[in-house]
């Protein structure tokens, strides 16, 4: 039964990811009366933050759009960083939103920075448990089963609480956004509308996510505990 959940919840991620590309294709072609650029609007945001030591840079892809802490830098696709449209101002100004959060010590994005090495350790960690477990006949010789799926949840249960952690981080970059396009005046009525719909969406993806990360991880539960029927 799970594992018919797990199936359809990679269908939803799809499904999502797919309306989250209609809605920037459609309001990456509505122009922002304000006529700012997504780097404009970046700049300004993190001006009026009082924020003066974040780069902005352009990199390269589509939705590649991110804030790194480390270096402190807003990541903007080519689309984003010189586009003038209603979705490039709502993942500009999302993106600030992080930096906005490191700037004031959100606690969730401390939290989840602080799990970022335990995380990529888990997942390289299950990718070797995958790996191993194509050739069954030699891991059941060193590991029993048992420890083998113990050892999946355990990196699984690492992987679901980040994926959770990252919920409240992505919902108040958006919050964060939408006030500040209001307030700040880069968006009317109609567009702010917009701005919106698009960066609900993306936050769907993150939703989806931390849903199939839990059921995948309560799928192991009852491989260890033998009561899956799958």
């Given amino acids: 039964m799970l594992f018919i959940i797990l199936i359809a919840f990679a269908a939803i991620g799809f499904f999502v990811q797919m309306r989250l590309r209609s809605k920037f294709e459609e309001y990456g072609k509505l122009a922002l009366s304000s006529g700012m650029s997504g780097a404009e609007v970046a700049e300004k945001m993190l001006h009026d933050n009082g924020i003066y030591d974040v780069k902005i840079t352009s990199v ?16 903007l696709s080519p689309d984003v960083y010189s586009g003038r449209s209603v979705a490039a101002a709502a993942v500009a100004a999302h993106e600030c939103g992080h930096a906005v959060q490191h700037a004031k010590a959100y606690k969730w994005l401390q ?4 799990m970022v090495p335990i995380v990529q350790f888990s997942s390289q960690a ?3 448990i995958f790996m191993f477990l194509l050739f069954g006949v030699f891991i059941v010789s060193w590991f029993p089963m048992r420890e083998v799926f113990l050892a999946m949840i355990i990196l699984q249960a690492v992987l679901t609480a980040f994926a959770f952690v990252t919920l ?6 958006s919050n964060r956004a939408l006030a500040w396009l209001n307030t700040a005046g880069i968006t009317n009525t109609t567009e702010h509308d ?8 993306a936050a769907r993806t993150y939703l989806v996510s931390a849903l199939a990360s839990l059921t995948t991880l309560a799928y192991y539960i009852l ?3 033998g009561g899956s029927r799958d």
């Fill in 60 to 75: 390269p892809g589509k939705l590649s759009d991110h804030y790194n802490p480390v270096n402190k830098t807003v990541n």
């Fill in 111 to 114: 939290f989840r920075s602080a």
């Fill in 126 to 128: 299950m990718g070797y």
């Fill in 168 to 173: 409240p981080v992505e919902y108040d970059a």
């Fill in 194 to 201: 917009k701005a919106a719909d698009a960066l609900k969406w």
């Fill in 223 to 225: 491989l260890f505990m």
